[in-house]
C-alpha cells in the first residue's frame, strides 16, 4: 500500500520520508558510531549505555507522534515543522566554520552529514510553503 493510495499527499510523503530517514540515520550511528553522541549524552566510554536506551526511546517517541501529526494533517505541527526546516539553513554556516576548524568539530563525516541535513530540510520547508499557497496546510489530498 502506497502513503498516496491512504490519503497523502507530497508534502506529507517529503515530511514522513524526512522524519523516517532521520529515526534510521540515529539509529545506524547509534550502531556503528556510538561515539559520536556520548559527548552530547554525558557518557564516559566504558559505562552503560542508559543514556543511549534512553535516547532511543525519547527519540522514537517523538518521530513516531511527529508521523501520527503528519499523517493526521495537524495543523499547528505543519508550522512547528516548517519555523524548525527553514532554521535548518542555519547548519550550513555552522558546517562550513566546523569543517574550517573554527568551533569543536565532531568526525568529519558527521559534521558534513548534519549540513546535509540543514540543505535537505530548507528544501522541504520551500515544498511546504509552495504546497501551502497553491493548496494550504498540508496541501490538498
Known amino acids: 500500500m502506497s502513503w498516496r493510495g491512504a490519503g497523502i499527499n507530497r508534502t506529507q510523503s517529503l515530511v514522513l520520508a524526512f522524519f523516517l530517514l532521520t529515526w534510521a540515520t540515529a539509529m545506524t550511528i547509534l550502531v556503528v558510531a556510538p561515539q559520536v553522541y556520548d559527548p552530547a549524552l554525558r557518557r564516559a566510554p566504558g559505562s552503560p549505555p542508559v ?21 493526521r494533517r495537524w495543523r499547528w505541527l505543519f508550522w512547528l515543522i516548517l519555523a524548525v526546516f527553514f532554521l535548518g539553513v542555519l547548519r550550513v554556516p555552522v558546517t562550513v566554520l566546523e569543517l574550517a576548524g573554527h568551533t569543536a568539530a565532531s568526525p568529519t563525516w558527521y559534521v558534513a552529514l548534519q549540513g546535509g541535513v540543514g540543505v535537505i530540510q530548507f528544501a522541504i520547508a520551500l515544498a511546504m510553503v509552495a504546497g501551502y499557497r497553491r493548496s494550504g496546510v498540508w496541501g490538498a489530498r
Not at 543514556?51 to 499523517?71: D, K, N, P, T
Open 51 to 71: 543514556a543511549q536506551a534512553a535516547f532511543v526511546v525519547a527519540l522514537s517517541g517523538l518521530i513516531c507522534a511527529v508521523l501520527v501529526g503528519v499523517v
